[in-house]
């Protein structure tokens, strides 16, 4: 490595042994991992009757009120630019009129748009239309508004009579409703370093304003994903790739980058929700009533885990106790190991121990219809045991036909629905990174200067990098999930 390369590193905080360890993952890339079946009702997903849902819900009442840390963590670095791509398109193309049925129904109901009427102030729109000057308004929107290179957060979503909100309002408003503890609203954003400065003024702009709506006092913490997390860039040929003036490349290492992130956080618990994934405040009882319910789920596993690791820990058991241990493992936090049944006393209360004291987190999953999203699995570990795993699809392998057959026909996909036990049970925080499993990075081709380049990406955050953590899935309403991958997805009825 050259001298400048050395330099480079020693900034970011990476170890040339890091970088040795990327370029084998290039050559080597990943395993595909082996997969048991795909989770269902009634095969790894809960799905709670009403009288469970009120049971559950009034124990994360009574948890709140007991003065725990809890914290919501909402990952919004995303920029906004991949939301406009067929509005960059438009200004693009060789003709002036929308012409796509996308083109149309963006223009068609311009005035539904949250950001009308901040769209409007910079030129009349409706005299604009008149006028042929489709392409104007749209520069108004991706220039004059910023759209196209504002983080998705700070994009106007929903109109109210007392103004429209942002997603980060949204979330603001969110905290207070499910997420505060004795009258405190603990909120964590992730955002681009290079937006951090804006967002931190706009939420400072908003506090105060649903601070008085909720009667709650937010606290409210930034990050940026760390500079050490990011991944070198290789050439085709797996050799470490460099730009023209003979420099290092180095990319994000995506979403799983965040685990460091959350690994900074202390709180007992924390909900984990995608900053594009809110809706208006009449569609809110189901969200608020959900998430409400899989944190009730949470602190009802953790108990009982917390219980058996004291009762192991005094060595206060014995084959029978044992055995009703093994079989909350196996049954309620679907972690399964065949040789189980061949453990002595002493091995299997050594094999619990292991798998109990692990972070524990509970997913909420829809029906699937068809939205891009992780599925939910049952899918082998590194220690040959079976848990519940939320897998992507680059990480099946295409041509095993059963493996595919299990991906199509999956009844359910998890939309970043998540709350997390990051503590064990002594109060002590666990070292998240030591749970990744770094066998399920991801490979992606990209470009840089117009040459081809091989980009590495992290186990994702939800998916390799909380494999070890036990995990419980539950049924939650697709009414839950609505996520904004297009300008055109704020005219859906849930958005309106």
């Known amino acids: 490595m050259k001298q400048q390369d050395l330099e480079l590193l020693a900034q970011k905080g990476i170890s040339e042994q890091q970088i040795a360890a990327q370029l084998n993952d290039f050559k080597n890339g990943f395993p595909f991992l082996r997969l048991d079946s795909a989770a269902s009702i009634d095969n790894g997903i809960l799905a709670p009757n009403e009288d469970e849902k009120d049971k559950f819900i009034q124990l994360w009442e009574a948890y709140k009120m007991a003065g725990h840390k809890i914290v919501k963590f909402v990952p919004a670095s995303g920029a906004a630019s991949r939301m406009f ?11 002036d009129k929308p012409t796509t049925d996308f083109e149309k129904q963006y223009f068609n109901s311009i005035h539904d ?7 409007n102030a910079i030129e009349p729109v409706d005299a604009l239309i008149n006028e042929g000057k489709y392409k104007q308004v749209d520069a108004n929107m991706l220039e004059g508004l910023n759209y196209g290179k504002l983080p998705k957060g700070m994009l106007l979503f929903h109109k109210y ?15 207070a409703l499910y997420a505060q503890s004795n009258g405190e609203v603990n909120l964590h954003f992730t955002v681009s370093a ?16 649903f601070s008085k709506m909720f009667g709650v006092k937010y606290n409210i913490t930034f990050s940026v994903q760390k500079p050490s997390t990011d991944t070198v860039a290789a050439t085709l040929d797996n050799e470490l790739f460099r730009d023209d003036d003979g420099n290092l490349v180095f990319r994000p290492g995506g979403h799983g980058a965040l685990i460091e992130n959350l690994n900074d956080i202390d709180a007992d618990i924390v909900f984990i929700k995608n900053i594009d994934n809110v809706v208006p405040d009449r569609l809110k009882d189901t969200t608020v009533k959900y998430k409400n319910l899989i944190a009730g789920i949470l602190v009802n596993a953790q108990a009982k885990v917390f219980n058996y690791l004291k009762q192991l820990d005094k060595h206060e058991y014995d084959s029978k106790s044992l055995h009703e241990m093994l079989a ?24 619990l121990h292991r798998k109990f004291n692990r972070p524990m987190r509970v997913c909420g999953v829809v029906k699937n219809v068809g939205e891009p999203g992780g599925g939910p699995f049952l899918a082998y570990n590194q220690d040959g045991t079976i848990s519940l795993q939320i897998l992507e699809s680059s ?7 059963e493996y595919m057959k299990m991906f199509t026909e999956g009844t359910h996909f998890n939309p970043v629905d998540l709350v997390c036990a990051i503590k064990d049970y002594q109060g002590k925080p666990f070292c998240l990174p030591d749970y990744v499993d770094k066998t399920t990075g991801f490979i992606s081709s990209k470009s840089k200067g117009g040459k081809e380049l091989r980009a590495l990406e992290l ?14 899935f539950v049924e939650v309403p697709l009414i839950t999930f609505n996520p904004v991958k297009t300008v055109n997805d704020l005219l859906r009825p849930e958005h309106q």
């Open 395 to 401: 990480q099946i392998d295409k041509d095993n036909a």
């Open 194 to 209: 290079e937006h951090l400065d804006y967002f931190k003024g706009k939420v400072e702009a908003k506090k105060e304003y």
């Open 328 to 351: 909350f493992l196996e049954q309620d936090l679907c972690c399964k190991n065949i040789n189980a049944k061949d453990y002595n006393d002493e091995q299997l209360a050594e094999y």
């Open 459 to 472: 186990p994702g955050l939800w998916n390799g990098a909380m494999s070890d953590w036990n995990t419980i």
């Open 161 to 175: 009579a007392d103004g429209a909100r942002t997603p980060m309002e949204e979330h603001l408003v969110e905290g």
């Open 85 to 95: 791509k067929n509005m960059f398109a438009f200004i693009d193309a060789d003709y």
């Open 113 to 119: 748009f949250a950001f009308f009427d901040e769209l």
